[in-house]
């Protein structure tokens, strides 16, 4: 068993990466099992609200996500006792120590139930709120990417990569991912200014989820631009995004760890372009 790792100038990538392993390991077995099963998901009615912006009627949610995470639980729970957990399915327990883990058991269920392979669990490390370490398992295609102070990997089968961002600076020459163009409201402004980055951007994909970012960790995507993001989707993934050498942030350029409106680049220029082109009024004021 892993014993407590009480302070964080111990705490090594390796260590962590121990931790994060074996309860991965175990929720990927779980999700792998389900994948393309025919697995019946229940779903939550969205509001109207919530209906109108997403463009979706129902919030799906499987027995694998719970699953998963419940295996996620008993490992850290086990390994870390005095460690809080935050989960997306079970809520939060807290704990003695300022460490915390938080946990999406799948990001991109819609993606899942449909058979693609464009989801991933996604599992972080907190110290007092801070986001320091982050993986995302993708266990259909045998992934992880994964990141601890200024490491950034991705391991799988052919053995492991070190993570780095494109060195695109600008819109015109980057591709932008987004989930679903279809989450950003009108009444809010936020669909006209992703739509003023959308068509500044070379390539467009969207559906990535989670996939998305650690595609921009890895250069092949530059840009991820969402909101109406949870915590959970998001401050696993600010590790790998940083420490590959990108930037990601809220629309106003702080933490994105909170979730909400998120922007993750690959430099520092295409970051300060996207923010600024996402900023309120800047579409009606650079159309006049």
Known sequence: MIGLISDRRTMNFEQMLAIAAGALDRSDEIIAKAFRTRATASFNKLSDADTLRAGEHFDPVTQADRDAELAIRDVLAAALPDHGIIGE?????????????????????????AGLPTFGTLLGLLDAGEPIAGVMSQPILGERFLAFGVQAQLRDTRGH????????????????ATTDPFLFPHETGEADVFEACRTRAKIVRYGGDCYSYCLLAAGHIDLVIETRLAAYDIAPLIPIIQAAGGMITNWQGGSAAAGGQVV?????????????????GAVSSSSS
């Open 89 to 113: 399915e079970f809520g939060t327990v807290s704990g003695g120590s300022p460490y915390s883990w938080i946990i999406d058991p799948i990001d991109g269920t819609r993606a899942f139930v």
């Open 161 to 176: 990569h070190p993570l780095d961002t494109s060195r695109v600076t600008s819109i015109s020459d980057a591709v932008l």
């Open 264 to 280: 993750a680049a690959a430099t520092p220029e295409l970051h300060a372009e996207a923010c600024a082109l996402l900023e309120p």
